[in-house]
């Protein structure tokens, strides 16, 4: 009852829209092309229901794949940042200038690089994407320490693999995890951005380009839905995890314990 | 403990700032001393001197025959903040142990200290829960056991209950008073509230804006132990008078038990 609720006014929204989306598309004789019918859509989708999980699911694995490797090597140069004033010095300016490169135009260098058909093409250009976010936030955590907390660990005469293991890094989670709920959603997009420059056909990318070339828009939007259905359900497991894996945290504190 | 002449600056040229000129102090073992003084007289920096939080200008301190940089090295501090600096991401119990996480002390001793310093601050049964489910008052008594649980030669301890509330401060004084007590450590106490000081010490050192120095180190030989009845005895607002007098800058002659006598 409570969730109904909760969820009703949303619910009754995203009915509404598309009521008046099909009745709009039908009393003003929209061309199929340039909108198609919700209804049409949707018998897209069942038609072409197990082509679309296999699109869906191959995109998926670029994004997955990328944000590790993106996600990796932030994480690596954030704790030599955070560790090495040195390393701060000499990493940040390039981090920071390869930030303001348009990542996506790398997409056919990456293409170049790692073959259009491998996967791998896709996983780099969503790992540049991503690494910026999730270096920049997980660095903030790690320096933004309160002093209190540096000179009790000074005053247990503390090393500073212990400062790093149980403040900064602790510290840190939070941050790291907003970056990759931000980074979930960016590495869907880079995904199938880079493989509109190319790539296997069973992606969805080249699966939107094809079917409209075509002018089968309704698959293509049918694409579309999928492919927000797939980073919103990204989004949503990578919050399951940070609740899993920071239960101390503000944001997963239940109501009732204050 | 010794403190010989210790001066204390920051920054150099126009930047200079003297925080602390010529201080000498001699605290005894199983002492309890107040530092008191106006805000930015430096107390706060005399107390992170001793701990080696940071170095003297001009000076040695010792701890128990051990500069202070040794003593540091050696674990004979136990530090509390005014905030109580506890980690959201540790239970009540963990946030005790973290000290003797640093030592060699296995998961069951831990435990079992920990244990132990809890009931010390009567906050047995709140192992499980975290920091941020406790009360303010609470959390400085988890920061106090934390402090404590590596049996500290010396306990420093920075505008502690400043936070608090007075009624909450009265009571956590009185604890405070039957931990030192218990454990038989030695107490440097920073506060900017002149009762508060008189009521918890055996010495209180009083010093003068900057550049901090010590004015007097007044006894205040009060009975043992202290109670809710001290707070009524005529010699403690006696005491009461003098620190708030000499904060002043004015000499006055230490209260006869004559004179109190016939007052109070």
């Known amino acids: ?258 | 403990m010794s403190v010989r002449g210790v001066d204390k600056v920051f920054g150099t040229g126009r930047e200079r700032t003297e925080a602390l000129r010529r201080i000498d102090l001699e605290i005894p073992q199983g002492a309890f001393v107040s530092l008191i003084g106006p805000s930015g007289c430096g107390k706060s920096t005399l107390l992170r001197l001793i701990g080696d939080l940071t170095q003297p200008s001009v000076g040695t301190i010792e701890v128990n025959g051990k500069t202070a940089h040794r003593a540091r090295l050696d674990r004979d501090y136990g530090m509390v903040f005014q905030s109580p600096v506890l980690f959201d991401w540790r239970t009540v119990q963990r946030n005790v142990e973290l000290p003797l996480e640093m030592t060699a002390l296995g998961r069951t001793q831990r435990a079992a200290r920990a244990a132990a310093m809890l009931a010390l601050v009567e906050l047995a049964g709140f192992e499980r829960r975290y920091p941020w489910q406790l009360s303010g008052g609470m959390q400085q008594r988890v920061a106090i056991a934390r402090a404590l649980s590596f049996e500290p030669a010396l306990i420093l301890m920075d505008e502690p209950f400043g936070a608090l509330d007075e009624m909450t401060r009265e009571r956590l004084n009185l604890e405070l008073l039957r931990i030192w007590k218990q454990t038989g450590t030695t107490i440097v106490f920073v506060t900017h509230s002149i009762p508060e000081a008189v009521f918890l010490s055996t010495q209180v050192a009083v010093m003068s804006a900057r550049p901090g120095r010590i004015l007097e180190v007044i006894s205040v030989d009060l009975p043992q132990p202290r109670n809710d009845l001290t707070r009524e005895d005529a010699r403690y607002f006696g005491f009461i008078t003098r620190v708030r007098e000499r904060l002043r800058g004015h000499d006055v002659a230490p209260p006869r038990a004559a004179e109190v006598a016939a007052s109070g």
Do not use: C
């Open chain 1, 1 to 258: 009852m409570r969730r109904l609720r909760y969820y009703g006014p949303a619910v009754a929204i995203f009915v509404g829209v598309l009521a008046v989306w099909e009745i709009a598309v039908r009393a003003f004789g929209i061309q199929q092309f340039l909108l198609p019918r919700p209804s049409a859509i949707a018998a897209a989708f069942t038609e072409h229901f197990d082509e679309l999980v296999t699109v869906g699911g191959n995109t998926l694995v670029e994004a997955v794949g990328g944000l590790l490797i993106g996600g990796v090597a932030a994480l690596a140069v954030a704790l030599a940042t955070a560790r090495w004033t040195a390393a701060s010095r000499a990493l940040l300016p390039f981090a920071i200038a390869a930030n303001s490169v348009p990542i996506i135009a790398f997409a056919p260098i990456m293409n170049n690089w790692f073959g259009v058909l491998n996967p791998l093409s896709k996983m780099m250009v969503v790992a540049v994407l991503v690494f910026f976010p999730i270096m920049i936030n997980t660095l903030r955590g790690l320096t933004l320490v309160d002093r209190s907390s540096l000179e009790l660990m000074r005053s247990y005469a503390a090393t500073e693999l212990a400062v790093f293991t149980k403040v900064r890094i602790p510290n840190a989670l939070p941050y790291v995890f907003t970056a990759l709920k931000v980074s979930a959603t960016l590495s869907l997009i880079g995904a199938i951005v880079a493989e509109y420059f190319g790539g296997a056909r069973s992606v969805l990318g080249q699966f939107i380009i094809t079917e409209a070339a075509f002018f089968r828009f309704a698959n293509a939007w049918a694409a579309i839905v999928v492919a927000s259905a797939v980073s919103i359900a990204f989004f949503l497991i990578i919050v399951a995890i940070e609740r899993v894996a920071i239960p101390w945290h503000a944001s997963s504190r239940s109501a009732e314990s204050s």
